[in-house]
């Protein structure tokens, strides 16, 4: 087989080292790719398949895209699945032989981008690699867009559960598994779609510990593992270890961004597992995935997008830490008092750019001198805010007032250093001010003289040659030219070369021409190429003053938040929550924060709750369905949680005892694919929560035991309430919806739960709901008539209620079983015969009687038993 | 003649009166708001569609109706603020005449619903031209909601006085931002045709009121105003002097917590300003004018917006010492803070001996420099340009010597602080002087003790106000407030 031409050898010798990628290999102004990934790319973007000679018999496949829109072919690409190296020319073509340097420069990964225009701006895009152990889980997730990085460690049992958990928290895009934990991989691709993962990849421990150690150490400039609250905690390291390389392998220009390492540990934040997330709808919609519908579509009333970000991680790490509420609630609560201050911060608020992202941009070498003018307006913002700041008492507020700098010397050097209105690329030129560098001002003089120069000569040419419409001109091809009209050419002088015709006109250079016009694009590449270098050196100053900005930035990004929950607070008459450490969570006027958003029309009927973990311990709430059932005691959850997220709640007074989860059971999903039925789902969510809820917790059970026959169902609705309700065995406080109006009987049997049913008001055949929350069990279910409104055809309504008629008349009780009676658990004896015991035994005096005589009175009371 | 006199059935002779309590969509607005306020909410909610003709609807958080007083509520000359003959004179609340319910439901099909805080459930009842239905049992939060469709749906001739949507609507806005200026711990929200118009916070503080209604410009160009002429007490705010208007929209008074109109009272504020602003441009105010109860009478006008005071001229006194002072503190104040000010006066060799009158601002407030003759010379690169100093016409002699011995103590201070200072600020000041002879003095021009002579010729004097107090201009040199 003949040898690959140089270049192409050159190819497939980086190909090599870039196997599982799309390899982007720069040629000209296009990014090429040959042979298979010719072929994979071309069908799946779309995009003409064509061929290039390689030195070999056939032609080699080739596919290509223009290199200034390349990102959205990546970001196709990244959506399918591939990861995408980009290798560029790394030296200037030269006419010699040798060939053009080449060298990957970046690889593109699902977790590790950094350009604006591929990332969401109000999300975090975190990459996440994992690493287990004996009964322990390291997991790490960095945003290298903004230079997050966290840390955590799971043990205990349910690692797997756990680890969804955080997952489901962060929503990664993309997952690096440790390759000694292949089994996981499998639990983790069956949750990839719910997380909204792209990719999961396994990544093995190529480097022993002490060197994961070190890099460790070295990254965020740490003496001892024990610094970064590491100690111990080998998979902690290991999955560290496995990000940080990865990082630095796909971004090549190291990982400066990421300085700080954040340890967290789980029990910081309120416990809500997938699900639940998921159930109370906290940042997208259960139907669509849609933002508008959720929690957070009410309360993000941001206006920079790092607040944007972090309202969204508020809202998913409700804390537990009283102190720290309070301190968040202080500051809403100052923020809702001064609505005119709130106004005005909000108005700078709304003007200043992405510092987070921008910084990284920044410092990557990757930021456009529109980007790095955007920082100084924002810093522009900044002194004003902070004298919005200056009068403020709060603690929280106060310190947003010190971290936030006003960056002075950023705003100082980007004024003198780059034009006031500057361009988005650096190719063109005319990014550096004017007096910010002799040498670049040298030269555009000089370019400015030329434009004079030309003009002279013009002027002189007309005259010597008496040429009256004579010009000088200017093409990319020919450079300057000196154009003459047709009528004019006999006047001509010799030293006119002639380079080019048309209709009407000749073009002419000279000697003079060319050599001025040599020095002209001289100046202008001098001038590019030193802009270049001087803008270059601008951010890198400004990189060097990271940790002022990333301060100033994350103050921003909380003042906003207070901001936003300070706004929605006084547009929707919030209150103030007051957070104890007790286990009461009793709320007045409570509603759902985002129904009442959404029906505007009809006021929303507000309802109380009680649950003091003692006489209310569990609130059992029956009537029939779409009454409103579902919306109240998500409203209680969705309350509580915004509560313990420092935040009003929608109510006109709530006491909230911290609650250290939030568990929820709605819903009926079958998970088919997963091969699990209805009841089955059901019931491992129930085993979950039964297994992991404490006395702290927070229940929400909507119709435990739905899936299956009515008895079974019951029973083990029944079991749970009993198995909850007891505090020796679990005591938390729960929420429990039922259709079955016969466990109303629980409340009698058991002192800390109390029947609550949903008002319904009926007229002949028709209900109207009351949607209000009243004490006592529901005296029917009215399922009939909930289908009657539902839209159910009238013969089948009428024939159901035929139905219903005669079952009821068969077994009376089993129909109405609420009716009052006496004993709360069915006897085994029917009343007559224990009265008729009970009443002889009364009578009798046994220090009277002989041992034969008590011996034949035993003989009557077991012959009475016994009838 | 020859035509026989009719008695008027009772409902129609509903329909007559009712018709002079309900006007438009605005009056109907404006009763109910007061029920909710008088009802104790603290959030006020108005919807209105196409401009309130086809729909009207309040929402309170106030204490509700009771289930058996809802159909009452309705009657004619049924109400619950006062209960005889006695409480005319004392009229606490806003609404007291008993007609407004009854007016509504004769004229438009009303929806009501209520609930109490003792009460579990609420209560729905619906009336319509007057005819109601029953009470039934309704799911709903706390306080009053009633929805009011179609006005004059059974009276086409007043259907047909009716302006368009817009001009309606417009007058039902203007309406509810009175309200809410007045009552500025409630928090008004005012959506009309589904979109969010205004939304007051409920703070208690007027300002955060003004500025959601108004916005910045006016609420950061605003005096705090508070004044006793016993038994009147004046208290709000009022515009800055270089903040000018070109009418007379942004003036709100209130007496009594009620929005009024009162001539009175425009004349007294415009008085005020009379040396400050240029002619044809008026001030914006938010006053306040708290007076005992007799001594006004509110029942003039069934808008309740006219009403007529026992004693005008005292009011009017009231008012327009009031803004005076107001002025001149504000003034004095600015005039003790600029430090450009400051140097300039230290020029010149007798700095505000200008004791009265003459001094009047040479260009519109906000432009330009204001010659001050031997006085102070502004640059109009100075921080507030305000035309301060203004010690106002009819100023009688023993006050204005007053004011001038002030002044003076006030320079000298000035000027031995700024002696002790290295440089001079030099020629700004000085460079600037648009000589603008203002008729009666030139740069140079002597003052002269009482009021200036063009006034005496041109109007009438008002009646001299009271001297100001000494303490107020003792404060003033001290730079206090």
Redo the contacts between chains.
């Keep these: 087989m003949a040898p690959l031409s140089p270049m192409m050898q050159q190819y497939m010798d980086i190909k090599e080292q870039h196997k599982d990628e799309i390899l982007f290999f720069r040629l000209g102004d296009f990014y090429e790719m040959f042979f298979d990934d010719a072929i994979k790319v071309s069908k799946e973007l779309e995009l003409t398949l064509t061929g290039r000679d390689c030195g070999q018999e056939e032609r080699a496949p080739m596919c290509g895209v223009p290199y200034h829109s390349c990102e959205a072919y990546i970001q196709r690409l990244l959506k399918k699945g591939y990861n995408v190296a980009v290798c560029e020319q790394m030296s200037e073509p030269t006419k010699g032989p040798n060939l053009v340097e080449r060298e990957v420069i970046r690889i593109y990964t699902p977790g590790t981008l950094l350009e604006g225009g591929m990332l969401e701006e109000g999300k975090n895009n975190y990459l996440c690699a994992v690493a287990t152990g004996k009964n322990r889980c390291g997991v790490c997730f960095a945003d290298v867009s903004t230079g997050e990085c966290l840390v955590t460690e799971l043990r205990g049992r349910d690692v797997r559960q756990k680890l969804v958990d955080q997952l489901g928290k962060f929503s990664p895009s993309e997952i690096l598994l440790c390759q000694n934990s292949l089994q996981l991989k499998y639990h983790l691709e069956a949750v990839k779609e719910a997380i909204g993962c792209r990719a999961v990849k396994l990544v093995g421990d190529q480097f022993g510990r002490e060197e994961n150690e070190a890099r460790i150490l070295a990254q965020f400039d740490a003496i001892a593992l024990s610094d970064l609250q590491l100690e111990d905690r080998e998979e902690c390291v290991l999955a560290l270890s496995i990000l940080l390389h990865y990082l630095d392998h796909t971004q090549q220009k190291g990982v400066s961004r990421i300085r700080e390492l954040d340890f967290y540990r789980c029990e910081q934040y309120m416990n809500l597992d997938i699900n639940t997330r998921r159930n109370l709808e906290l940042t997208e919609t259960m139907r669509r995935g849609e933002k508008k519908g959720s929690l957070l579509w009410v309360l993000d009333r941001t206006h920079t997008a790092m607040g944007k970000r972090l309202i969204r991680s508020y809202l998913e790490q409700p804390l537990q830490n009283i102190v720290h509420i309070e301190k968040r609630l202080d500051a809403v609560e100052e923020l809702v ?4 201050a709130r ?2 911060i909000a108005e700078h608020l709304s003007h200043i750019a992405d510092v987070e992202r921008l910084m990284s941009r920044i410092v990557y070498g990757s930021a456009s001198p529109k980007e790095v003018k955007a920082l100084s307006f924002t810093a522009q913002q900044l002194p004003p805010v902070r004298d919005l700041l200056a009068e403020r008492h709060s603690s929280a507020l106060v310190e947003c007032h010190l971290q936030i700098s006003e960056l002075p010397e950023i705003k100082e050097l980007v004024d003198r250093a780059i034009e006031d209105d500057p361009p988005v690329t650096l190719k063109d030129g005319r990014v550096i001010k004017r007096g910010y560098n002799a040498e670049v001002d040298e030269l555009r003089d000089l370019i400015e003289n030329s434009k004079d120069i030309l003009m002279q000569m013009e002027a002189r040419l007309k005259e010597e040659t008496g040429i009256r419409n004579l010009k000088i001109g200017f093409n990319k091809v020919f450079g300057y030219f000196i154009e003459v009209s047709k009528s004019q050419t006999e006047l001509v002088p010799d030293g006119f070369i002639r380079k080019q015709t048309l209709v009407n006109c000749e073009r002419y250079i000279t000697q003079e021409l060319k050599e001025l016009e040599n020095r002209i694009l001289g100046a202008n590449d001098s001038i590019i190429a030193l802009e270049r270098t001087l803008y270059d050196g601008v951010c890198k100053e400004i990189a060097a003053r990271i940790e002022e900005v990333e301060t100033t930035a994350k103050a921003l990004a909380r003042l906003d938040v207070f901001c936003s929950f300070a706004e929605v607070s ?2 929707n ?1 919030y209150c103030r929550p007051q957070m104890t450490g007790g286990s009461r969570i009793q709320i007045k ?1 409570g509603r759902h924060p985002v129904v009442e958003q959404l029906q505007k029309d009809v ?4 309802n109380d709750t009680l649950l003091d973990g003692r006489e209310n311990l569990v609130a059992i709430i029956t009537g029939p369905n779409m009454a409103g059932k579902s919306t109240y005691m998500r409203q209680v959850a969705l309350i509580t949680l915004m509560a313990q997220v420092g935040c009003f709640v929608p109510a006109s007074a709530a006491e909230i005892g911290v609650v250290d989860a939030v568990f929820t059971r709605v819903g009926a999903s079958d998970d088919l694919s997963a091969g699990k039925s209805t009841f089955m789902v059901e019931m491992s969510e129930v085993a979950y929560i039964l297994d992991n809820a404490t006395k702290q917790s927070l229940l929400i059970l909507d119709e435990i035991g739905r899936g299956t026959s009515t008895f079974d169902g019951m029973s083990i609705a029944r079991a749970v309430i009993e198995y909850i309700a007891d505090p020796k065995k679990l005591g938390a406080k729960t929420l429990f919806a039922t259709h079955y109006h016969e466990l109303t009987e629980v409340e009698r049997a058991l002192p800390n739960v109390k029947n609550y049913n949903i ?1 319904v ?1 009926k007229r002949g055949d028709d209900i109207t ?4 929350i ?1 004490p006592g069990g529901a005296d029917e279910s009215y399922g009939i008539e909930v289908a009657k409104l539902a839209g159910v055809t009238g013969a089948v309504v009428e024939r159901a209620k035929e139905i219903l008629a005669s079952l009821e008349a068969q077994a009376p009780q089993a129909a109405t079983p609420a009716a009052p009676r006496e004993e709360a658990v069915p006897d085994l004896f029917s009343s007559a015969v224990e009265s008729a015991l009970v009443q002889k035994v009364r009578e009798i005096d046994p220090n009277a009687y002989t041992p034969i005589e008590a011996l034949n009175f035993l003989y009557e009371l077991v012959k009475i038993a016994r009838e | 003649m020859g035509q026989k006199i009719n008695l008027l059935q009772g409902h129609v002779a509903e329909l007559i009166a009712a018709g002079e309590v309900v006007e438009r969509p605005s009056s109907i607005v404006k009763e109910l708001i007061e029920n909710a306020i008088d009802a104790g909410a603290n959030a006020i909610t108005v919807e209105i569609g196409e401009g309130g003709i086809r729909l009207i609807r309040i929402t309170d958080n106030g204490g509700g109706i009771g289930r058996e007083d809802v159909p009452t509520a309705f009657l004619r000359h049924a109400t619950s603020k006062i209960a005889c003959e006695e409480d005319l004179s004392h009229i606490g609340t806003l609404g007291f005449r008993g007609e407004a319910l009854a007016a509504i439901a004769a004229v438009c099909r009303v929806e009501l619903l209520t609930r109490t805080p003792d009460s579990q459930l609420g209560t729905r009842y619906c009336i319509e031209g007057g005819v109601g239905g029953e009470c039934e049992d309704a799911g709903c939060p706390q306080g009053t909601t009633i929805i009011a469709r179609d006005i004059f749906y059974n009276t086409p001739a007043r259907m047909k006085f009716l302006k368009k949507n817009v001009t309606e609507g417009n007058a039902v806005e203007s309406v509810v931002q009175k309200t809410a200026l007045s009552h500025p711990q409630i928090s008004f929200r005012f959506i009309r045709d589904g979109v969010d118009k205004l939304h007051t916070p409920g703070t208690g503080r007027l300002k955060d009121a003004v500025r959601e209604l108004f916005g910045r410009s006016v609420a950061d160009n605003l005096i705090e105003v508070s004044h006793e002429v016993p038994p009147y007490r004046v208290s709000g705010y009022i515009s800055k002097p270089q903040y000018a208007k070109s009418n007379r929209t942004l003036q709100h008074f209130y007496v009594n917590g009620r929005f009024v109109k009162t001539k009175t009272g425009m004349a007294a504020l415009e008085q005020g300003y009379k040396n400050v602003l240029m002619a044809g441009k008026f001030p914006a105010c938010f006053l306040f004018i708290e007076m005992p109860s007799e001594l006004v009478d509110v029942n003039v006008h069934p808008a309740k917006i006219e009403v007529r005071f026992a004693a005008e001229n005292d009011v009017f006194r009231a008012v327009y010492t009031a803004a005076k002072s107001a002025i001149l503190n504000f003034s004095d104040q600015t005039a003790a803070l600029s430090p450009a000010q400051a140097k300039a006066a230290a020029e010149q060799p007798l700095p505000l001996e200008k004791g009265t009158g003459g001094w009047r601002p040479a260009a519109p407030s906000t432009g330009g420099s204001a010659v001050r003759g031997t006085g102070e010379l502004h640059s109009p690169t100075a921080a507030p340009r305000t035309p301060d100093g203004r010690y106002g016409i009819g100023v009688s002699g023993a006050a204005a010597d007053l004011l001038r011995r002030s002044a003076t103590l006030r320079a000298e201070a000035q000027r031995e602080r700024s002696e002790s200072t290295a440089e001079r600020s030099v020629p700004k000041a000085v460079s600037q002087q648009p000589s603008r002879p203002s008729g009666v003095f030139s740069a140079g021009a002597e003052r002269r003790p009482g009021p200036a002579p063009h006034q005496a010729a041109t109007r009438p004097r008002p009646p001299p106000p009271p001297p100001p107090r000494l303490p107020t201009v003792v404060r003033a040199y001290l730079g206090k407030r």
């Design positions: 008092d001064q609505p005119s106004a005005d006084a547009r008459g006027d006021p929303f009927v507000p008002a008001k709901f009351l949607r209000r009243i």
